[in-house]
């Protein structure tokens, strides 16, 4: 069965520090990785998507990084501000079907404090 | 730019009532996806579609249904609502089928069914 699983389930940091997020993942065959940032009542809103031969993608203050051998990603996320509290999701994708089926993560919980 | 819109934004239904959720493509988009998403749940998936054709099924109730229209739109029918219906029910699109290259989903603001 394919499984993403995320670290730490929440995250409570100082506004401008710095912090990485975790997610492992079982899902096979994999096609690629996004993280998405969800504010409370809205739509998953996307900050990276890493293929196979991916290793490393930015997104301004967002750094994701990718292991296919280990199946393994992180995003860090750079200088902290108020506004990037939200849960953070790593959404996998396997190519075996001819549609387009994701294997979401249960997310990290970020909450950024003054 | 253009991104996912989905209607109403709110909708408040009783029990056994049906429900019709709409959702916006970003132009050019061909691909949508639905999704459901229950209180401090992920994201689940229910259905998606390719050229107005069904493309994948996940977890989507028999009590649902959905179809995507020649304008690329998508509507989401529920019907015989019961009360674990309520949540954020979420559209995304796509340019194209999913690929090795993986295509990027964009995903709409939701639409909050609470079934009373």
């Known amino acids: 069965k394919n499984q993403v699983e995320q670290s730490p389930q929440s995250l409570i940091i100082l506004e401008g520090k710095n912090c990485t997020l975790q997610?492992?993942?079982?899902?096979?065959?994999?096609?690629?990785l996004r993280w998405y940032k969800q504010d409370t009542g809205r739509g998953p809103v996307s900050l990276t998507i890493m293929t196979f031969s991916e290793n490393t993608k930015s997104n301004g203050r967002y750094t994701a990084t990718l292991d296919a051998d280990t199946k393994q990603s992180s995003l860090h996320i750079t200088a902290s501000q108020l506004s990037d509290s939200a849960s953070y999701i790593c959404?996998?994708?396997?190519?075996?079907?001819?549609?387009?089926?994701?294997?979401f993560g249960g997310g990290t919980r970020l909450m950024v404090k003054p | 730019a253009a991104g996912v819109i989905q209607s109403p934004r709110h909708l408040i239904k009783e029990k056994r009532e049906t429900a019709t959720l709409k959702c916006y493509p970003i132009?050019?988009?061909?691909?949508v996806y639905w999704y459901q998403q229950g209180p401090g749940q992920d994201p689940q998936f229910l259905i998606s579609f390719y050229e107005k054709m069904q493309s994948d099924k996940g977890s989507i109730p028999d009590r649902f249904s959905a179809q995507q229209f020649s304008d690329y739109h998508s509507e989401l029918n529920m019907s015989s609502l019961e009360l674990g219906d309520s949540a954020l029910y979420f559209c995304?699109?796509?340019?194209?089928?999913?690929?090795?290259?993986?295509?990027?989903?964009?995903f709409g603001p939701g639409t909050r069914l609470t079934v009373l």
């Open positions: 997610c492992n993942y079982t899902v096979s065959p994999f096609s690629n």
């Open positions: 995304a699109s796509s340019l194209g089928p999913r690929t090795q290259g993986g295509n990027e989903q964009f």
């Open positions: 959404v996998v994708s396997d190519w075996s079907n001819a549609g387009n089926m994701l294997t």
């Open positions: 132009p050019r988009h061909d691909t």
